[in-house]
């Protein structure tokens, strides 16, 4: 072999080793992010298996145009009560007229399992129906009593 071949070789091999080089971090960053990313997605799915919620009560008080609704977290995950909506006949209430509190919790923000939620909304006529959606889009709805 003269002095042209081996050279020759030499520079293939290189650039054989630079291109593995290259592509190998380039295909395992890929595939971390692609196992975190169903990792990820296991775990909502299990907190969406886990939360559950009832609506128990709603009713409408016509001498103070005050809605009150009643939510029992039925799951085994605890929610934020600042992740709660309430929807009212498809709409969600203004902020302002609305008051969240646990029952017999004093004032937290966290809404343990079993533990339940009244929503008391400030309306000016009765709506039909209610629902409560928390984390992951689970939710349950109520028609309205009126008093």
């Known amino acids: 072999m003269g002095l042209s071949v081996s ?15 290259i592509v190998y971090p380039a295909a395992a960053n890929g595939f971390e992010q692609v196992s975190e990313a169903r990792h990820d997605a296991a775990d909502r799915a299990l907190d969406r298996a886990n939360t559950g919620v009832s609506v128990t009560n709603a009713t409408y008080n016509d001498s103070t145009d005050t809605l009150v609704v009643d939510a029992t977290n039925d799951g085994t995950t605890t929610v934020d009560v600042s992740d709660v909506t309430l929807l009212v006949d498809n709409a969600i209430p203004a902020a302002a007229d ?6 017999d919790a004093g004032d937290t923000d ?4 079993g533990e339940t939620v009244r929503f008391e909304v400030d309306i000016a006529s009765a709506p039909n129906r209610t629902q409560v ?3 992951h889009g689970v939710r349950d709805a109520g028609d309205v009593e009126v008093n």
């Open 110 to 113: 966290v809404w343990l399992p």
């Open 7 to 21: 050279a020759s070789a030499g520079v293939v091999f290189l650039g054989v080793f630079l291109a593995v080089g």
């Open 133 to 135: 959606v928390v984390d």
């Open 98 to 103: 609305t008051t969240v509190t646990v029952v």
